[in-house]
Structures are given as C-alpha cells and as structure tokens.
C-alpha cells in the first residue's frame, strides 16, 4: 500500500513563490498517476495539476496554469509542484493523490499540507 506524505507548505505573501513536496512510500509510484489538489474552506476539493505515470505529459487547472509546475522524480519517488506569483485566492489545504494506471479516480491520499497567501 502506497503512503503519501506532503511538506512545503507555509504562509507568504502575495507574489512569493512555495515549493510543495510529496514523499511516497510503502512501494515505488512510478506505474501511478499523480495529481495535486487544494480545498480553500468552504469550498469543495479542487484539482489543481495532474503528471501521467511516464512523466510525459501534465495538465493544469486555469487558475494556475503559467504559475505551477508539476514535477516527479522516479528515483526519489517524490512529486513536486512549484507554485510561483502566489495569490490570496491559492490559500487551501494541498493534497497529494495518486491513482495506479487501471484505475479511473485517485484513490490514494495524503494528509494535507497549509498554504496560506496573504495580500
């Protein structure tokens, strides 16, 4: 079974820039499918950035489409997402999910990391 672990998250202002990190564990991901989603409060949770299992190809919500970056790394079995030009409206909780290639929704979970953006 697959563990996810994130960190990074903090409080900035309003343009700064955060990078979020996500540890996996228990077995390799490199045949999942990682994504990145956020909850601000009262607010449903949203995606925010996907990476297929090869690495070949990402994909962003408009909202920080040109401002993050989803990365992963096999050998250290972690993803990143660079979040740059930070804005209030980004402050939520930051989850990391993974979903194995034969599976249609992300069915494992991280805790959850704070971002809050101030203005």
């Known amino acids: 079974q697959v563990q996810l672990v994130e960190s990074g998250g903090g409080l900035v202002q309003a343009g700064d820039s955060l990078r979020l990190s996500c540890a996996a564990s228990g077995r390799t991901v490199s045949s999942y499918a990682m994504a990145w989603f956020r909850q601000a409060p009262g607010k449903e949770r949203e995606f925010v950035a996907g990476?297929?299992?090869?690495?070949?190809?990402?994909n962003y919500a408009d909202s920080v489409k040109g401002r993050f970056t989803m990365t992963r790394d096999y050998a250290k079995n972690t993803v990143d997402l660079q979040m740059n030009s930070l804005k209030p409206e980004d402050t939520a909780v930051y989850y990391c999910?993974?979903?194995?290639?034969?599976?249609?929704?992300?069915?494992?979970w991280g805790q959850g990391t704070q971002v809050t953006v101030s203005s």
């Open positions: 999910a993974a979903r194995e290639v034969r599976e249609t929704v992300y069915n494992v």
């Open positions: 990476i297929t299992w090869s690495g070949d190809r990402t």
